[in-house]
């Protein structure tokens, strides 16, 4: 299969929105209530979000295409809390449900990561709703961690987690481990 990953430009709103909400409705559905999963995933809305977004040139989006279909998106940028200045926040990563588990999502961080750390950022923050299991495996399986920090959010409990990407350097300086 041919995958391509692009950077987000005008135009691309719409994409980034209904991947994002598709994403959220079968990855949220039992860990967000009916209405507030009903309004994050208002394509209108999210749609306008991403236009702003493009339009202020505000962050760093990335759209991966499977056989020319879009499939995954990606947004990083500053991270907006302010105990957390000098860092870059991956604000989302989402797939559409049915090519989950298949290695995209993996190969978009990958580019991200290694985006971020081209910035000349050293360390990478995001946040996770603590019930999503899944997406926090991923993550830990990415090299995250966990940092203990907590918010809530969205009517439920979202987990900050952490990943140096100057480790990266030393690992690869290190070779493989055994």
Known sequence: ???????????????????QTESWKAAFQNILDKDTLDRC??????????????KEE????????????PHCVAWWEDARDPELCGKAELSCIHSLPQNWRKG???MMMDRVLADIKDAGFSEVVLWVFADNAR?????????FCATGRLKSGWGTQEMCYAKSLQQ???QAAAGPSI
Not at 135 to 143: D, L, T, V, W
């Open 58 to 69: 505000k962050g760093n989006g990335y759209i991966l295409t499977l056989d020319g279909q």
């Open 1 to 19: 299969m041919g995958v391509f990953i692009h950077r987000a430009q005008a135009g691309d709103g719409p994409v980034l929105a209904y991947i």
């Open 135 to 143: 997406a926090r495996a991923f993550y830990e399986a990415k090299g």
């Open 41 to 54: 995933t208002d394509i209108d809305r999210t749609t306008g979000m991403y236009e702003r977004l493009l």
């Open 104 to 106: 995209y999502g993996g």
């Open 168 to 170: 990266d350097d030393r």
